[in-house]
């Protein structure tokens, strides 16, 4: 019996992939592969960036709390990981927010290579983006689906009923995807969109798992957090006396 995982360890990811450990280093540290922690009832600030219009940037936080769950490891510090074999760790990734980093007086998380994890989205993200695989797992759901217009999508497990403005963002951002130039000026994709708010938290502040579908750089740029798009498929109603591509019965 084979149960189900949120995240797995990495001598689970080595046998399924059938590579050596050196491998999984070099994509983990070169950021082609994020890794993960798991962490208990920690104080955890999430926010965003702002700029400064001089080429500076500063945090803007929006939730602290009790956090227990995973955080995933910037690539620098997964670097001094593997070199040092431990290491003390303040800031984190999430797909949550812009950033995530401890607060008050919390003493920096000690990590040890042996906790280090992949989450099942990541393990799959890789897998589709290189065509790359272990055991043969049957046939996988698309990473990314949009109805014609962009106003359902789904991106991974997470499905969006989408706005105007949002169905032309996720458009535009899908778009850039496909021409290669995945990351774009979230300013520039919202003013073309019609928005008036030149903030994407604003402008999808409805839709509470977002950040699921678009990932920020935290310096203003965005794309989609998703891998390969299929369509998703609909029933139109036929034309009277025409049966030309409808689905039947």
């Known amino acids: 019996m084979e149960i189900e995982k949120a995240y797995f360890t990495l001598p689970e990811i080595l046998d399924r992939w059938s590579i050596s450990e050196a491998d999984l280093i070099y994509l983990a540290e070169n950021d082609k592969l994020r890794l993960s922690v798991r962490v208990f009832g920690i104080p955890l600030e999430l926010g965003d960036y702002e700029d400064t219009g001089n080429g500076e940037r500063f945090r803007v936080p929006w939730e602290h709390s009790r956090y227990s769950g995973l955080l995933d490891l910037y690539a620098q510090d997964v670097f001094q990981l593997f070199r040092c074999s431990e290491i003390h760790i303040s800031d984190f990734r999430t797909p949550r927010a812009s950033y995530a980093a401890l607060y008050g007086e919390a003493e920096p998380i000690f990590v040890m290579i042996g906790d280090l994890l992949l ?17 043969d797992t049957g046939p996988q759901l698309p990473i990314f689906s949009a109805s014609p ?8 497990g997470h499905q969006f009923r989408l706005g105007p403005i949002q169905a032309q963002v996720v458009r535009a951002l899908h778009e850039a995807t496909r021409r290669g130039e995945a990351w774009q000026s979230g300013k520039a994709i919202l003013s073309a969109a019609g928005s008036k708010s030149l903030k994407m938290s604003d402008v999808f502040k409805s839709q509470k798992q977002w950040r699921s579908l678009i990932e920020s750089n ?32």
């Open 149 to 156: 217009e962009y106003h359902e999508v789904r991106c991974g």
């Open 119 to 135: 989450r099942l989205e990541e393990r799959d993200r890789f897998e589709t983006e290189t065509g790359f695989s272990g055991a």
């Open 218 to 249: 935290g310096r203003g740029n965005y794309r989609l957090n998703c891998g390969c798009f299929r369509p998703i498929p609909f029933r139109h109603a036929c034309p009277s006396g025409s049966t030309v591509g409808c689905a039947g019965g």
